[in-house]
C-alpha cells in the first residue's frame, strides 16, 4: 500500500474567489490524476456498490433531478450526469456545489473535483479548510480503490492514525494553498486551521 502522506503531497489544490457582490463564490478545487481508465473511475464514484467500499454507503437516483443522500453526511440533487465524464450536485445545501470532472491523459485520468459556495456562506477562502481536507481524505480512499486496495470500512478507516497523519498533512497544504490565494486574512486562516484541527485531527480519546 501506497503512503498517504505521499498522496497527499501530490493531490493539486487551488481556491479562488470569483464573481462579484451578491453572486461571488469561493471555489475549492482538488485535482488528481489515477492510473486507471476514465470508464473504471467514472463507476468507481458513481456506482452505489462501489461507493461503499471507498467512501460511503449512498442511496438514491443518479439521474439529472434525481435525489441522493450519503449516508452519515450530506445529501443533495444531482444537476447533471454525463458519462464518463461531469457530474454535478449540490452537497448539504442548494448553494453549496459540487462539480467532478474526469479527463482521460493516456492510460489514466485526471479528476477535478471543485466545491463552490456563496462568500456569504463560506465567510472567505478559508471556507476551503472545512471542506478540503475531508475531499482531500475521499480522493486517497479513491485511490486506494481504483489500485485494488480496498480500506474495508471507510469510516473506521478514516478514523486510524493514519488519515489522520495524513489529514495533518493536508491541512498543512490547504493553509499554503489558502494564503497563497489572497482570498482570506491571516486571522481567517488561523480560524480555518484550528477548525480544521478540531475536525479532522482530534486528539485521541484517553483509554
Known amino acids: 500500500m501506497r503512503d498517504l502522506l505521499a498522496e497527499v503531497a501530490e ?17 475549492v478545487t482538488v485535482r488528481r490524476e489515477y492510473p486507471a481508465a476514465a470508464e473504471d473511475v467514472w463507476e ?15 442511496t ?7 435525489g441522493f443522500a ?27 456545489v459540487v462539480t467532478v470532472r474526469l479527463t482521460p491523459a493516456g492510460a489514466a485520468t485526471v479528476l477535478e473535483l471543485e466545491h463552490t459556495v456563496p462568500v456569504a456562506f463560506a465567510g472567505s477562502g478559508a471556507g476551503a479548510l472545512f471542506v478540503g481536507p475531508g475531499w482531500d481524505v475521499a480522493l486517497l480512499g479513491l485511490g486506494l480503490h ?40 491571516p486571522e481567517e486562516v488561523a480560524g480555518g486551521e484550528a477548525a480544521a484541527r478540531a475536525q479532522f485531527t482530534p486528539e485521541p480519546s484517553a483509554s
Request: aromatic share 4%; with cysteine; hydrophobic share 40%.
Open 146 to 185: 481504483l489500485r485494488g486496495e480496498d480500506v474495508g470500512d471507510p469510516v473506521a478507516w478514516e478514523g486510524g492514525e493514519e488519515v489522520r497523519r495524513a489529514n495533518a498533512a493536508s491541512i498543512d497544504a490547504w493553509v499554503a494553498t489558502v494564503t497563497a490565494s489572497g482570498t482570506a486574512t
Open 11 to 27: 493531490t493539486a489544490r487551488e481556491v479562488a474567489r470569483r464573481g462579484g457582490a451578491d453572486d461571488e463564490l469561493v471555489a
Open 60 to 66: 438514491g437516483d443518479l439521474r439529472p433531478g434525481g
Open 44 to 58: 468507481a464514484v458513481t456506482d452505489p456498490a462501489r461507493l461503499a467500499r471507498w467512501f460511503a454507503p449512498v
Open 70 to 96: 450519503v449516508e452519515g453526511n450530506a445529501d443533495g440533487e444531482i444537476r447533471e450526469c454525463s458519462p464518463p465524464s461531469t457530474l454535478v450536485l449540490t452537497w448539504g445545501g442548494p448553494v453549496s
